[in-house]
């Protein structure tokens, strides 16, 4: 269930050009993102939340 969320919000992101979340909603991934991946394998949790900044610093900077 945890995995499914971070994969669809992370696809949200990936197929973006520019932030597609108002900024509350995007400050509430900011911080609930990474205490999600928590819950994983810590190889696939640094992965993703790597993955996420990576796409949110593309996003911002759009």
């Known amino acids: 269930m945890v995995r499914a969320e971070l994969y669809k919000i992370l696809a949200e992101a990936r197929a973006a050009q ?10 509430l991934y900011r911080t609930i993102f990474p205490q999600m991946t928590n819950w994983l394998p810590d190889d696939e949790g640094a992965q993703l939340r790597f993955a996420f900044e990576t796409e949110i610093r593309r996003l911002e900077a759009a």
Do not use: D, Q, R, S
């Not at 520019?18 to 400050?27: A, D, G, Q, S």
């Open 18 to 27: 520019k932030l597609p979340w108002e900024p509350k909603t995007v400050l």
